[in-house]
T-cell receptor, first 111, second 111 residues
């Protein structure tokens, strides 16, 4: 029951540029979350946006949510080589503790 | 800081062996999860537990079982390992908030 689908699958940019990743989902959600995974490691939670929110910021991260289009975007500003990782969106439905993850966007930031 | 630990980073087992993967969290979280991650398929939920001795099947429970005898520990059991269970296994926990905290992962190879 794959819910989120990230786009693009892979993204390669230069240090200092902005990176934008998109996520689309299929059913109603309670919240949407973004996670980062460095190669071969566990996932790290980045940010959560609730279904009644439209935008959220955390440091260099900006997340938007459009529930009418069932989509979200993650913007990383002024990217750094250390941002190189895979990024996953995950959705939670109302009343459920479970998350459904997308397949991820692999971001490469070149020095 | 929340800490989720997994018993092994790398594990090699033979076909037909019984395999135990252990996960421990130190934040008194009610919910614990087991995922497997495969290239091109993203994270898929195997089982989750919302309380001691309580469990629910995820999307791909076949060939797996789980045990949660204590709140901090959640074990994944492969009753008879097969080569198609070669994968990265990720454990996570969550409390009242929806964000999940992940362990570093166990890369299991079944030969």
């Amino acid at each position: 029951s794959q819910q989120g689908e990230e786009d693009p699958q892979a993204l390669s940019i230069q240090e200092g540029e902005n990176a934008t990743m998109n996520c689309s989902y299929k059913t109603s959600i309670n919240n949407l979350q973004w996670y980062r995974q460095n190669s071969g490691r566990g996932l790290v939670h980045l940010i959560l946006i609730r279904s009644n929110e439209r935008e959220k910021h955390s440091g260099r991260l900006r997340v938007t949510l459009d529930t009418s289009k069932k989509s979200s975007s993650l913007l990383i500003t002024a990217s750094r080589a250390a941002d190189t990782a895979s990024y996953f969106c995950a959705t939670s439905s109302s009343g459920s503790e479970k998350l459904v993850f997308g397949k991820g966007t692999k971001l490469t930031v070149n020095p | 800081d929340v800490k989720v630990t997994q018993s092994s980073r790398y594990l090699v087992k033979r076909t037909g062996e019984k395999v135990f993967l252990e996960c421990v969290q130190d934040m008194d979280h009610e919910n614990m999860f087991w995922y497997r991650q495969d290239p091109g398929l993203g994270l898929r939920l195997i089982y989750f537990s919302y309380d001691v001795k309580m469990k629910e099947k995820g999307d791909i429970p076949e060939g797996y079982s789980v045990s949660r005898e204590k709140k901090e520990r959640f074990s994944l059991i492969l009753e008879s390992a097969s080569t198609n269970q070669t994968s990265m296994y990720l454990c996570a926990s969550s409390g009242q908030a929806y964000e999940q905290y992940f362990g570093p992962g166990t890369r299991l190879t079944v030969t």
